[in-house]
C-alpha cells in the first residue's frame, strides 16, 4: 500500500461512525493539511466525493490513484468532483464531475435539509468546519431575529430558522449564492420573503439597515479573510475591530454578536485579545468559543497548523459576544 492509501485508510477508520446507512449528511473524509498530505482534501457530500487538489503542479497519476480508493473504499459513492485548485481553466478551480452522472444538491445536517451546489465556485457552497455553530443555532435562537452578514449560501440563516427565529436577514453581494440560501428554504419549507435576502456589498447594506433603524437579537460576521471592493475593503488579519465595529449599531440591548474569523496568518490569542480590548468598555462580553468538529480537523493529525489557533482548535475562529448597548 502506498503512503497516501494508508493515510486514507486511517482517516476512513476513524470516522466509520460520521458514515451513516443513507448517506445523506456532509462530512471531510481527509484533511491532508493535518493528516500528513497538505496537497490533499477529501470531502463528502451525501453519494458524492469532493477531491481537492492544492498541489502546485497537479499529477494525475497520483489524483487517479485516490480516485480508485475513493471509488473502491466506499462503493456506496455515486459521484466525484475534482477540484484544482491550480487548474488552468475556471472550471477546473470551480470543479469538474469526474465520476458518475450528476453530484448531489442537498444534504442532511442536524437534522435540516441545505441545497449545496459542489461546483458553483472554488468552494464547495457549504462549509462543513462551522457544524457546530449551526448546532449553536439551531438550539439559540427561537424566538429571536438575526442579521446573517457575508451570508454566502446562508446556512446560518437557516439554521437559525430551523431552531425558531422570528426573523432571518441574509445579505450577501452574490445573488447567485443567496439563490441556493433560497433553495435550502424550499427544502425545509421555510416561507421566503424577498425582502429578507439582500444582495449588495457588505457596507452599503449595513448603512442601508442602520438608516431604517433596524436592530436585530443576533448579528453573524462572517467575512473572508480580505476582500476589496470599490465600496470598502475588509482585512479580518489586520484590521478585524473596525468590521466588528460596523455591525455592534445594528443589535438589540442584551442581544447577541457572532464573530468568526478564518485568517490563518492571525493566531488565536492575537484575536481572542483583539475581542478582549473591544470588551474593556464593559458593552461586549465573550460568552463562549464555538470549536470546529475534530471529525473536521482529524484525528490522526500531523501537521501543525500555520500558526497556534489556541484557544480556539482550528484557525476558524469563532466567539460569541454578549452585547449591551449605550
Not at 488552468?88 to 435540516?112: N, S, V
Not at 456589498?201 to 433596524?214: I, M, N, Y
Not at 442584551?254 to 480590548?277: C, H, M, P, R, W
Request: include cysteine; proline fraction near 5%.
Amino acid at each position: 500500500m502506498t503512503p497516501i492509501l494508508s493515510l486514507l485508510e486511517n482517516a476512513r477508520a476513524s470516522r466509520l461512525r460520521e458514515i451513516e446507512s443513507s448517506h445523506e449528511s456532509a462530512f471531510r473524509l481527509f484533511n491532508g493539511f493535518y493528516e500528513g498530505y497538505p496537497d490533499l482534501a477529501v470531502d463528502i457530500y451525501g453519494h458524492t466525493f469532493v477531491l481537492q487538489d492544492y498541489a502546485h503542479e497537479p499529477n494525475p497519476a497520483f489524483i487517479r490513484e485516490v480516485i480508485n480508493w475513493l471509488q473502491s473504499s466506499l462503493e456506496w459513492l455515486r459521484a466525484g468532483i475534482l477540484k484544482t485548485r491550480n487548474g488552468a481553466t475556471p472550471t477546473q478551480k470551480r470543479g469538474q464531475l469526474i465520476f458518475g452522472d450528476a453530484p448531489d444538491q442537498k444534504i442532511k445536517e442536524h437534522g435540516i435539509w441545505y441545497a449545496i451546489d459542489l461546483a458553483m465556485n472554488r468552494d464547495t457552497s457549504f462549509y462543513l468546519d462551522t457544524g457546530a455553530l449551526r448546532q449553536w443555532l439551531i438550539e439559540n435562537m427561537r424566538g429571536k431575529s438575526l442579521l446573517n452578514t457575508f451570508a454566502y449560501t446562508g446556512s446560518f440563516g437557516v439554521a437559525a430558522l430551523a431552531g425558531g427565529a422570528s426573523q432571518v436577514i441574509q445579505t450577501d453581494k452574490n445573488r447567485q449564492f443567496l439563490n441556493l440560501a433560497k433553495d435550502s428554504y424550499q427544502l425545509n419549507n421555510f416561507p421566503i420573503q424577498p425582502q429578507d435576502f439582500i444582495a449588495q456589498d457588505f457596507f452599503p447594506a449595513v448603512s442601508r439597515l442602520k438608516t431604517g433603524k433596524q436592530l436585530f437579537d443576533c448579528v453573524i460576521l462572517d467575512p473572508p479573510f480580505f476582500s476589496s471592493t470599490a465600496k470598502g475593503k475588509v482585512d479580518m488579519e489586520h484590521e478585524s475591530v473596525r468590521i466588528i465595529n460596523k455591525v455592534r449599531p445594528l443589535i438589540n440591548d442584551g442581544g447577541i454578536l457572532i464573530a468568526i474569523n478564518n485568517a490563518v496568518f492571525l493566531s488565536g490569542k492575537e484575536y481572542i485579545q483583539t475581542l478582549e480590548t473591544l470588551c474593556q468598555d464593559g458593552y461586549l462580553q465573550i460568552r463562549e468559543l464555538i470549536p470546529v468538529p475534530d471529525n473536521f480537523i482529524g484525528t490522526n493529525r500531523v501537521g501543525k497548523p500555520i500558526t497556534d489557533p489556541s484557544p480556539f482548535n482550528h484557525s476558524t475562529k469563532i466567539a460569541i459576544l454578549d452585547i449591551k448597548r449605550k
